[in-house]
């Protein structure tokens, strides 16, 4: 099957580089119309309570308060010329257009709530639609006459996370493309090899932009997906080019002329290119099963980008080397480094294996006490003025407007039992003002939070509201109780998606390897490796530990999707990988039938590549650990560790020393399976 693939594309080189010119043209074109269609949301589920609470007041016709200005006043709030300033301010924004209601400390029904507990301070809370608050904001920030205008509220914050996200991309792409394109000379020494994986990447991100612009017209798509989707087509451009360009200057030293030298590594390396990528993109499609959209665009992006990347190393790198030829270099001999370590630990198989593992679950300890949350406004840098502004507003305020939300009462219209209920949510604890308020649908109960909604405090507010009880049905709305919602589909779905991962990559490798245990192994080494990982970060990012060396605020919660995302991209990664390996040690027993012998020489040809290849990959995700966003910092490093943990303890370490102490019973398979792959024209070497 690779074969005939690798023969296709040295037949027909230039109609191949041709049709990828015109592809990446016309797929840019038209993937350009992606970026008008991403949102920034996506973090709740569309079935659960608070999402049905939250059409409930859409339906009504009740903006949320896009806008919550603080007014700041040297001479106190309540000073006459400062109020007349006040109720002056608050009129004129109430009469700007598209504003429904400007409602302040100094308005009629204003209340305490609006005021600071230092009397300095006062709000003005805007309900108006997105298309009017940059007006707004614009407008009535800055000083006028003793008052001083602050902008807070989701518009601010939004647009500071957005604004931020394109500063930090570019400072990703300022901080990793140097660094990576230095990297490349030196791994693929020389120019023009250095400059085939970047052909690579162009075709993955151009095909991976078409297919998102697809998705887009049909689903919610988030930004945070574009972010992975340039870093993985990138590196996996660069793995991909790594491993079969690597095996192409091994043809060609082998003797073999250029385009049969393109046809063996078609059908060596691009085979485990092949599964590589099955592997990845499995993975990452696991993200589907959960109702988050949030989670899904990343399914979308990433698996897009894996295939696209896929796609371009079997078709257009093969096409470039058959034209090439000897020019993109000469093999280097493979040193022996790898190959002496993989022996030594096969030397003491045991105390290897323990000692690694040891650490590793010591390192994994700290994810015992992982305490899963939501991106809040301290996931902003501590410069931002819209993080200020919310700063200031928990702890200047009884009550937090910016996180106030609804307690909807769907067809309830009996008037003293929805005050009845009413009363009873003011005794909760975390609740500083309760407003009922009337729909056509039914009522409904308008709450100010004491408490930061997305915070522990917060989940109990929504546990201890739900927990009431009434004689009619009603549902909580908001930040609080979509965290709350968010993380029981998350745990709900959990367990589907561990078992795709795990079943799917268990085919994929038994149709590679005809082997049970290699599965087996590869999937329970690559969950401690990640669990390691994970437990790392809840060190660094939950508790706080290199906060101050990383530049974020620890909120003593992480991010309850990064973790899952993490998981999926790094599980396909490693599996990536594990195929690279595995392929070179199996060609090697089936030559020699040496277990031994076979596993020290893959691991001598393959360790320093996959290490090289681990590394340019690590650098593109760790670029992100320059952004200002704490969860994508958490991301970049995140992954960066779990790759270069991978690509070192688990190959160098573990994979030998387990793979000793299973000899050949490695390749065992039951009678009626062994040969399956072979006969399916999978296994490496059929069809040849």
């Known amino acids: 099957m690779f074969a005939r693939i690798g023969h296709l594309t040295v037949r027909r080189r230039r109609l191949v580089l041709a049709l990828t010119v015109l592809f ?48 700041e006043a040297g001479a106190g709030v309540d000073d006459p010329g400062v109020a007349a300033a006040g109720r002056a301010l608050t009129a004129a924004i109430q009469a700007e257009p598209g504003v429904t209601t400007a409602l302040s400390y100094w308005s009629a029904g204003g209340g305490p709530a609006l005021r600071s507990t230092d009397g300095r301070s006062a709000l003005v809370v805007v309900d108006l639609p997105e298309e009017a608050a940059e007006r707004v904001a614009d407008t009535y920030a800055g000083r006028h006459g003793p008052l001083t205008v602050r902008v807070g509220g989701a518009y601010a914050i939004d647009t500071a996370i957005g604004e931020q996200l394109e500063r930090d991309l570019i400072r990703a792409e300022a901080i990793a493309v140097p660094a990576t394109l230095l990297l490349l000379l030196l791994v693929f020494r020389g120019l023009v090899a250095a400059a085939l994986p970047l052909a690579v990447a162009a075709v993955a991100v151009a095909g991976a932009l078409l297919a998102l612009a697809g998705v887009a017209r049909l689903t919610d798509v988030s930004v945070y997906s574009i972010n992975l989707m340039t870093g993985l087509g990138f590196g996996l451009a660069i793995d991909y080019s790594l491993f079969i360009l690597t095996r192409f200057r091994e043809e060609l030293a082998a003797g073999r002329e250029t385009g049969e030298a393109v046809v063996r590594t078609v059908a060596t390396a691009g085979r485990s290119v092949a599964f590589s990528a099955l592997t990845v993109a499995v993975s990452l499609s696991a993200l589907l099963v959960f109702p988050l959209s949030f989670l899904r665009s990343f399914a979308y992006a990433g698996a897009a980008v894996v295939l696209a990347a896929a796609a371009a190393s079997l078709l257009t790198l093969p096409a470039l080397l058959a034209v090439l ?5 000469r093999a280097r001999r493979t040193g022996n480094l790898w190959g002496r370590l993989a022996r030594a630990v096969m030397r003491r198989p045991v105390p290897v294996a323990v000692g690694t593992i040891a650490v590793l679950l010591a390192l994994a300890s700290p994810f015992l006490r992982v305490d899963p949350g939501l991106p809040s406004y301290r996931s902003l840098p501590a410069s931002s003025e819209a993080r200020q502004v919310a700063e200031l507003l928990d702890g200047r305020f009884a009550g937090d407007r910016t996180g106030e939300f609804a307690i909807v009462l769907p067809g309830v219209r009996d008037g003293a039992a929805v005050a009845a209920f009413a009363e009873r949510v003011r005794g909760v604890g975390g609740v500083a003002e309760v407003t009922v308020r009337a729909a056509a649908a039914g009522a409904w109960l308008s709450v100010v939070p004491s408490v930061v909604p997305r915070s522990p405090d917060g989940e109990r507010l929504v546990r201890d509201i739900r927990a009431l009880g009434a ?74 530990h290199l906060s101050g060396l990383l530049g974020f605020t620890a909120t003593g919660q992480l991010d309850v999707t990064m973790p899952i995302l993490m998981f999926c991209v790094a599980f396909g990664l490693s599996m990536d990988y594990e195929v690279f390996l595995l392929s070179r040690i199996k060609e090697e027993y089936d ?55 991978d690509a070192t303890v688990i190959r160098g370490l573990l994979v030998p020393a387990f793979m000793r102490l299973a000899g050949d019973a490695n390749w065992w398979a039951p009678g009626g399976l062994r040969a399956l792959p072979a006969r399916m024209g999978l296994r490496a070497g059929a069809g040849e």
């Open 325 to 329: 030829g000897p020019r993109v270099g």
């Open 591 to 645: 030559r020699t039938g040496d277990n031994t012998h076979a596993v020290a020489t893959g691991l001598a040809r393959t360790g320093g590549l996959v290490t090289a290849a681990a590394l340019l990959l690590a650098i593109s995700f760790a670029a992100f650990g320059a952004s200002g966003m704490s969860f994508l910092k958490l991301m970049g490093i995140g992954l960066a560790l779990a790759v270069l943990m």
């Open 24 to 71: 990446v043209l016309g797929a840019g074109a038209a993937g350009s119309a992606l970026f008008g269609r991403l949102g920034d949301g996506g973090l709740t589920d569309p079935g659960a309570e608070s999402s049905r609470a939250a059409a409930f007041v859409a339906a009504a016709g009740v903006p949320a308060p896009e806008l919550v200005l603080l007014v």
């Open 471 to 544: 004689p009619f049905g009603y549902a909580v709305g908001g930040d609080a109780a979509a965290l709350v919602d968010a993380k029981a589909a998350i745990a709900g779905r959990l367990p589907l998606a561990l078992s795709v991962i795990a079943l799917t990559t268990a085919v994929l490798l038994f149709a590679a390897f005809g082997s049970v245990l290699v599965p087996v192994k590869a999937i329970l080494l690559n969950l401690l490796s990640l669990t390691a990982t994970f437990g790392a970060m809840v060190w660094i990012f939950q508790e706080g």
